[in-house]
């Protein structure tokens, strides 16, 4: 699902991580003086924010993927970017005053365990912090090409009943791992495409399960998607896309 080129990546998600990072770290008061765990860190859209807010010596990720180790290290030399998942993180208790988790819970494989996780590294009355777009909603950055799919094949399957992509669920979520005190909120961003092909071509590239559905495709299935694609595309080529966010002691 995800063993592609970071790039790529970059084009199909990072167009909408990367403005979405600040917010994100902002409701989770990230500011200098704290030591920070980016968990499930990508090639870095997230950790590129935080270099931006504390010391590269503050600051620890960890990431599932091999090619997405290699990239963020690439990118940021000067951080401690370690292979692992969010469920068993290679540190000890009480580590961190902040962990995060951008777009990365409903991947999980047991979002509560990861979670506890997030909050077992982290000191008492640190924060904990995640956040996943609201695919139930219908006001995901990829919402518009699931329209699409739902209109050519009403069977199709979506992300809508992931972890964390529907009102509430991040907080509960969060309760269900012992993390106190859990608030949540909804981040949006909005990004503009330079044309439909522009927005387009990413999902070809087969990353997550917008893109592995794509290429499930044949040739006919295809073209009738891409067509209800078009014209679910917006006339003003404006995405805005809106992300459940939750915050908690550990």
């Not at 509560?112 to 640190?126: D, H, P, Q, S, Y």
């Not at 590239?205 to 891409?226: H, I, N, S, T, W």
Request: proline share 6%; charged share 25%; net charge negative.
């Amino acid at each position: 699902m995800f063993d592609v080129a970071a790039e790529r990546y970059d084009r199909f998600m990072g167009t909408y991580s990367a403005p979405l990072a600040p917010l994100f770290a902002d409701f989770a008061g990230v500011d200098a003086g704290r030591r920070v765990l980016d968990v499930g860190c990508g090639p870095g859209a997230l950790t590129a924010e935080l270099l931006r807010r504390l010391d590269a010596g503050a600051l620890a990720a960890v990431e599932p993927s091999g090619a997405f180790v290699a990239a963020a290290r690439e990118r940021h030399p000067e951080v401690d970017i370690r292979q692992a998942a969010a469920e068993q993180l290679p540190f000890g208790d009480d580590e961190f005053d902040v962990a995060l988790a951008q777009l990365v819970v409903h991947f999980m494989e047991d979002p509560v365990k990861g979670i506890g996780e997030m909050a077992r590294v982290t000191r008492e009355g640190g924060t904990v912090a995640a956040c996943v777009w609201d695919h139930a909603g219908g006001i995901g950055p990829l919402s518009p090409f699931w329209n699409a799919a739902h209109r050519v094949d009403p069977d199709a399957p979506d992300e809508s009943q992931m972890a964390g992509a529907r009102e509430g669920h991040l907080a509960e979520l969060f309760r269900q791992a012992g993390v106190k005190a859990v608030e949540d909120t909804a981040l949006a961003v909005s990004v503009e495409h330079a044309s439909f092909d522009a927005w387009w071509e990413p999902f070809t590239f087969g990353v997550g399960p917008a893109g592995g559905y794509l290429a499930r495709l044949d040739e006919e299935q295809l073209l009738r998607m891409k067509e209800a694609a078009r014209e679910e595309f917006p006339s003003d080529r404006v995405i805005t896309a809106s992300a459940w966010a939750a915050r908690g002691r550990a």
